[in-house]
């Protein structure tokens, strides 16, 4: 296990097999006699080291790919937070309140009196 965050960072473990998903191929690594655990092939021995990685010698957090998926997502968030802004002034909070006039304060309109 290569991974620096990974619980079992620096053990040795066996391969027992491989499993797809959507997000890729994960490894099937036996930790014990009972527990199997699964993970992505980049984070085991199984795959060569990332360039970036090995080249900045671990000091980069993030590689530039990461950094760029990063800034496309927040990007989007952004865009999206401006569309809901936008839109907020056509919501029931925004919308002025019409309040029906009485006899009284309508133009014309004089209040019939009541003959008693």
């Not at 391969?15 to 655990?37: A, K, S």
């Amino acid at each position: 296990m290569t991974h620096p965050f990974h619980p079992l960072s620096g053990r040795l473990l066996v391969c027992v097999g491989e499993r797809y998903n959507r997000y890729g191929t994960r490894l099937l690594l036996r930790v014990d006699e009972e527990h199997v655990c699964s993970v992505p092939r980049q984070w085991t021995d199984v795959v060569a080291p990332d360039p970036e990685v090995v080249i900045g010698e671990g000091r980069a957090l993030l590689r530039v790919a990461d950094l760029l998926e990063l800034a496309g997502l927040v990007s989007h968030l952004v865009e999206q937070e401006r569309r809901a802004q936008a839109r907020k002034g056509n919501n029931a909070a925004h919308v002025k309140r019409n309040v029906p006039l009485t006899e009284r304060s309508r133009p014309g309109h004089a209040r019939k009196r009541e003959k008693t």
